[in-house]
């Protein structure tokens, strides 16, 4: 009995932390005045109001960080899946020279911190004539999201028996088919973990796309709402308002992917 | 119909050479048993009828037809896993009408010829359910009607019945026998299962290390078995070998030579009671050392010069731990084996 009470009061002062800072945002954003500090704790007011979510649909480029940020993320992912998709599986059923070593390369490359290969990407970016490009940010993103992908991919394909690949054949699957109408759909706790990873790599990333990108007008999400941050005024009003509105993508995501994401995260464990 | 063909028949992976020559005819319409040890090839030489491993040298014929480099999914072969291997995302009817589905077929053509072979494997009423749903034996049925919807010439299973209790295995055992039956597609069946072979093949292939060490129906293989190896892995219970001064003893000319045993199985030993005729021989003293009942036998285990033999006897006589007895054997039904090359002598 006292482990059950502790154990629910150690989550109810875990669950006050963690939506506490969301809470707080929220009441950010519906106070009009812009008032970032204030004494109170209370979350809806009498002065609440809806302002500052109308000017930013309004009177800034929200619309278009949103979809600069959608577009962006959406082909990251779509990168993201096919290539670990299918890089995954010939790692997973093929043996050839330098599998092992490439597997190894991989792992190692997880090894470095993103902001360490900030300068080697630029140069790189830079003699491709990719800064102030998408293109740039696809590939830097799908390239730091690979790897792990991959390795999440193969650990699934791994899983799966050769058996139900041989019987595709024998019913007259050529190599591709078996891929694509047995594998893919078996593989798709695994393939939601990695559309929702490539996806997250790209959909909140800050510092690479600051590096890469100038123009204002190819601006994601996390860039035009630092815009609003001002060495003198800082608009927290829509400040807050944007960081709302940028979680409920994910957030949807992750509710309606849920009962992948737990059979994908313990996929492994339990062959299934 | 599908007359099958092994010729010369190698495949090694690595440095281990799983199968070293294999030569086998199988007859059209024949229901063949592979039987062996783990790791004889007998798996491996299915898998090359299937396509699924290609053989170093020799080829494969059907019908006269060389296909050995054949894919697969053109050699008219379909063939039921040991685990299962069905497609979990779709139901019953999805497996076994796929590959109908990639030939082409129209809907109306794989829903019929789906829903009659659920009817003849007893499974319509599964139609709609996803694998995970259902009970081993149900899946190995729905394996089976997979293999049996697509009407290829030749059926391959590869230990399908291993995973299975052992009521329902007896019971697949018959259903499998009765549906060859039915369809007389050319059908090869691994295992190792020395019980599985001689209840369901029409012919027994015998294989240790990559080679057929026999090949014959199941009672020549019983009756007649070439070496000591076949003697001792088929049949339950396992055959007794003597050596030692009683071999010498046999009427037989050649079981004067030295280095000789002698194979007799648990049921072609008697308890001498009565005369011993005419194609039977005396052994000498027996002592029991233990019994187990089988219900309607009772397996005697005991020593006879120092050697542990079995027999059968019948259940309603008592016996009891140290008694001792004289035995006789049938020597129609007993072999002579020699030790260094494991040959019969007797054949």
Redesign the interface.
Known sequence: MIKRIFAWLSLCIFAVFSLYPMLYVLSVSLRGDNAFQTQSLEIFSSQSTLKNFVVLFTETDFLLWMRNSLFISAVTTLLGVALASTSAYALSRHRFRGRNLMLFSLLASQMFPATMLILPFYIILAKMHLIDNFWGLFLIYSSTALPFCIWQMKAYYDTI?K??E?????????RW?TFYK?IL??S?PALVITALFSFMTSWSEYVIAAVVLQDPELYTLPLGLRSFQASLATQWGLYAAGALIVSVPVLILFISISRYLVSGLTMGSVK? | MAHIEFSQITKSFGRSHILKGIDLEIASGEFLVLVGPSGCGKSTLLRTL???ETPDAGAIRVNGQDITRQE??NRD???V???Y?????MNVAENMG??LH??KKSKTEIANRVREIAQLLQIDHLLERKP?ELSGGQRQRVALG?ALA?QTSIVLFDEPLSNLDAHLRSQMRVEIKRLHQKINSTMIYVTHDQMEATTMGDRIAVLKDGVVEQIGTPSEIYHQPKNIFIASFIGSPEMNFIEGAVVGQLPWPEAKKPGQLLGVRPEAIKVSEGPVLAQEWELGDYQVELSENLGGQTMLHGSLQGQTVRLLVDSAKEYHPGQKMKLKIDLTKAHLFDKSSGLNQRL
Not at chain 1, 166 to 174: F, I, P, T, Y
Not at chain 2, 85 to 89: E, N, Q
């Open positions: 028996p058996e139900l041989e019987a595709a054949v024998l019913d007259g699957c050529s088919m047995i759909p078996v798709s299934g | 299937a396509g699924l697969p999914q072969v379909s063939m896993f040991q685990n291997a069905l497609y979990p995302h796929f590959s990639l030939q995970k997979r697509r």
